[in-house]
């Protein structure tokens, strides 16, 4: 009876504390690395970095090389920029700098302004010899930039040059006439053909009850203007700064800096402003 009453042996089942030797599925070994659509983050990684070096290098092939990102142009895009500063900072000294004019096929072509040297050697029709502003290669001529005068101020002397932006008191005879009786019109601000005394009378009169400016107000006037007119001389460095460097889709870059020694502007006589710049200062109107 006993051996009737025996229960047939069962297959053991696995107990909690045994480790689970089954081999795993691939989907479970590729649930931590799964992404869209079945792709892992590793391969949409790998599918975006080959578009963007494709992008890029058609970039580069269709620019001759001046860009990788289709004509968006800070610094750091153009390869240009990358080459100078792999090669290194060149230092040069304003005597050194004139052996860099395009005379010597060898050597690159640069041009100062205020101190910041650049290749500009991708327009040697311009900047090279019989170019029309190769008196610029080869020296700082960051004045001439500002005055105009392109022959007389060839120095990166800048002392004075805010003077261009001051304005002048306009001439005495254009406020009220003082030397012919003639019509004045002041509405129109310029005398008419025909002569009128009485006119002329009221004009001068007018002018004369206009209260004049005290002294603090006359300095106070004239450190506004001159704050004004600093502002324009930085601002209109900068622009030539951004052309020289590139900004404006020119081929040029920036490779360097000036050699000066310290206290070099008080050896150099100071300049007056040239005739160019000294007759397009503003007027005052009042």
């Avoid at 009378?201 to 506004?224: V, W």
Wanted: aromatic residues 8%; hydrophobic residues 25%; charged residues 30%.
């Amino acid at each position: 009876m006993a051996a009737h009453n025996r229960n047939p042996s069962t297959p053991a089942t696995s107990s909690s504390s045994e480790p689970d030797t089954r081999p795993k599925s691939s989907k479970d070994s590729s649930d931590g690395d799964a992404g869209i659509g079945g792709l892992s983050v590793l391969d949409l990684l790998r599918v975006l970095g080959g578009i963007l070096l494709l992008s890029c290098g058609m970039s580069y092939l269709s620019t001759s090389g001046q860009s990788l990102t289709w004509g968006y142009n800070p610094w750091w895009t153009r390869t240009r920029e990358w080459k100078a500063l792999i090669k290194g900072q060149v230092y040069l000294t304003d005597e050194q700098l004139r052996a860099y004019d395009g005379t010597d096929p060898r050597k690159p072509i640069y041009l100062a302004l205020n101190g910041t040297i650049y290749d500009v050697s991708a327009s040697p029709q311009t900047y090279g010899p019989g170019g029309s502003y190769h008196f610029f290669a080869g020296r700082d001529a960051a004045r001439a930039f500002l005055t105009g005068c392109f022959q007389e101020d060839q120095t990166p002397d800048l002392r004075g040059v805010e003077m261009m932006y001051m304005p002048v008191d306009a001439p005495v005879d254009s406020k009220a006439p003082d030397s012919q009786p003639q019509s004045y019109d002041p509405v129109e601000g310029k005398p008419t053909d025909t002569p009128d005394v009485e006119a002329h009378k009221k004009a001068r009169s007018q002018d004369k009850r206009r209260k004049p400016l005290t002294k603090g107000e006359i300095k106070n006037r004239h450190a506004q203007e001159l704050r004004q007119a600093r502002k324009k001389v930085r601002e209109g460095l900068e622009h030539w700064h951004k052309l020289f460097r590139g900004d404006k889709d020119k081929p040029y870059f920036k490779v360097g800096e000036v050699k000066r020694e310290p206290g070099w502007l008080d050896k150099v006589p100071r300049r007056k402003l040239c005739e160019h710049a000294e007759q397009s200062r503003p007027k005052r109107e009042e």
